[in-house]
C-alpha cells in the first residue's frame, strides 16, 4: 500500500490537483492523504478547507501555517515544520505538489532532505514576479514532473532535469473543465445569488516585486471598473503581500448594484461563471489558462503574468493599468476572438497520472538528483 501525500494551500492549486486526488482515491493499492493549509484556513479568504470536506475526501490534516500579513519566509519555515512533522508522524512514499507557491516548495523541501519521492504538477511554466523564482526551485527539489505541454518539458530539460522523469499530461483543470459535471449558470448563479445576466468577471492579485505600487495601481483598477458600468463579479485576491491594500480599495464598491464580491467561489461553480462570462480582466492565471479553454476574451494588467503570452495573442489583450487604456480596451472587447487551441491539455490528464503511477520504475528509480547538461 503506497501513501500519497498531497499539499494544498489556495483554491487555486486545488482545483488543479482535485482531478487527480479524485483518481487516486479510486485507486485499491494506494492511500491518499492531505495536507491542507496556507489561504484554506484563513476565514477572511472564505475558509476554502470546507470545500475539501465537502469532497468527500478523507484523511485530511489542516495546518495553519501563517496569520494575516506574514511575510513570505516565515510562511515558508512554518510550514516546512508542519510538513517535516507530519511526514515524521506518518510515513508517505511520495508527496503531490502544485505550481509555484510557498507550500508546494515547502513540500518538496521536506521531501527531498527526507529521501521521499516528490512529484511537481505543472512545472516548467513562467509564472512573473517571485513566483517563477520558486517554481523554478521546486523543480530542483523534486524527482517527477508531470507538465502541461511540451515547451514546459524543453524548460525542464534546460534546468538539468532527466528526460525520463518528465511526463507530459496536460493541465489536470482542463479536466474539470471538459467534463459534463459542471453546475449550470442558473445553479451557479443561485447559489450565489447573483441577479445579472451579462457580467465580467475581476481577479487581480498582488504583485509583490512591484509591492510599493499596489495601491495606485489598484486604486486606478477600481475606478475603470466602476466608470464601465458594467456588471462585474469580483473575488478576493491570493494572501500575497499587499492583499489588504486591494481588499481596501474593494470597498469602494460596496452597495454598487453592478458588482458583486465574494472572498471565494467553488472551484466548479467558478468555472461555469467564467464559461459564460463576458470576459475577465485583471492578472489572474486564469485569464491565460482557464479562458483560453472557454474561449473567453482577456484583458491582462501589469507584469504578473508576464512571458506567459503574446501580446494580443488568442484573446488576450495587455493593459499597461492606466484608468483610459483598462477602459479603452473594456469598450473594444466584444471585437476579441478566441481559439482554442488544446495548448493545455485535452481533459486526460489525470489518466495520464494515474497510469504514470501505475509504472514500477516510478517507485524503484534512483532519486539521486544529477544535472543533465544539454549536448549542443
Not at 475606478?223 to 464601465?228: G, L, M, P, V
Given at each position: ?53 465537502k ?37 508517505i ?24 519521492r ?13 513566483d517563477?523564482?520558486?517554481r ?13 505541454n ?10 538539468g ?7 507530459t ?15 449550470s ?16 468577471l475581476?481577479?487581480y ?62 472551484f ?26 472557454f ?56 489518466e495520464?497520472?494515474i ?22
Open positions: 500500500m503506497k501513501k500519497l501525500l498531497f499539499i494544498t494551500g489556495t483554491r487555486a492549486d486545488y482545483g488543479k490537483i482535485k482531478p487527480l486526488m479524485s483518481k487516486v482515491k479510486q485507486m485499491e493499492n494506494v492511500k491518499l492523504q492531505v495536507f491542507v493549509t496556507g489561504m484554506h484556513m484563513i476565514s477572511k479568504y472564505g475558509s476554502t478547507y470546507l470545500e475539501i470536506e469532497d468527500g475526501f478523507e484523511n485530511l490534516y489542516k495546518y495553519i501555517n501563517q496569520t494575516e500579513n506574514s511575510n513570505m519566509d516565515i510562511v515558508l519555515s512554518n510550514t516546512i515544520v508542519g510538513i517535516s512533522n507530519y511526514i515524521n508522524e506518518y510515513a512514499d511520495m508527496i503531490v505538489i502544485h505550481g509555484d507557491r510557498i507550500e508546494a516548495l515547502a513540500g518538496a523541501i521536506v521531501g527531498a532532505l527526507n529521501n521521499i516528490v512529484a511537481h504538477i505543472e512545472g516548467g511554466e513562467v509564472s512573473g514576479t517571485i517563477e523564482s520558486i523554478h526551485a521546486i523543480t530542483k527539489f523534486s524527482h517527477l514532473h508531470f507538465v502541461s511540451e515547451e514546459a518539458k524543453k524548460r525542464l530539460l534546460q534546468l532535469e532527466r528526460e525520463e522523469t518528465i511526463f499530461i496536460g493541465s489536470p483543470d482542463i479536466d474539470v473543465m471538459s467534463s459534463d459535471k459542471l453546475p449558470l442558473d445553479e451557479a448563479k443561485r447559489k450565489y445569488d447573483i441577479s445579472f445576466n451579462d457580467y465580467a475581476l481577479i492579485h498582488p504583485v509583490t516585486t512591484e509591492a510599493s505600487r499596489t495601491k495606485e495601481k489598484v486604486d486606478k483598477l477600481v475606478e475603470a471598473i466602476i466608470q464601465s458600468g458594467n456588471n462585474y463579479i469580483v473575488i478576493y485576491p491570493n494572501n500575497d503581500h499587499g492583499s489588504n491594500l486591494i481588499l481596501e480599495s474593494y470597498e469602494k464598491f460596496h452597495n454598487n448594484p453592478k458588482i458583486r464580491v465574494f472572498p471565494s467561489i467553488r466548479e461553480y467558478f468555472l461555469t461563471l467564467l464559461k459564460n462570462a463576458s470576459f475577465i480582466i485583471g492578472n489572474s492565471s486564469a485569464g491565460i489558462r482557464e479562458a483560453r479553454h474561449l473567453i476574451p482577456v484583458i491582462d494588467l501589469g507584469i504578473r503574468q508576464q512571458g506567459r503570452y503574446k501580446v494580443n495573442d488568442n484573446g488576450i489583450l495587455h493593459s499597461n493599468e492606466e484608468i483610459e487604456d483598462i477602459l479603452r480596451l473594456i469598450e473594444n472587447i466584444e471585437t476579441v476572438k478566441v481559439e482554442n487551441d488544446h495548448y493545455f491539455g485535452d481533459g486526460q490528464s489525470s495520464r497520472f497510469k504514470t503511477l501505475c509504472n514500477e520504475e516510478v517507485w524503484t528509480c534512483n532519486i539521486q538528483k544529477k544535472f543533465i547538461d544539454i549536448v549542443y
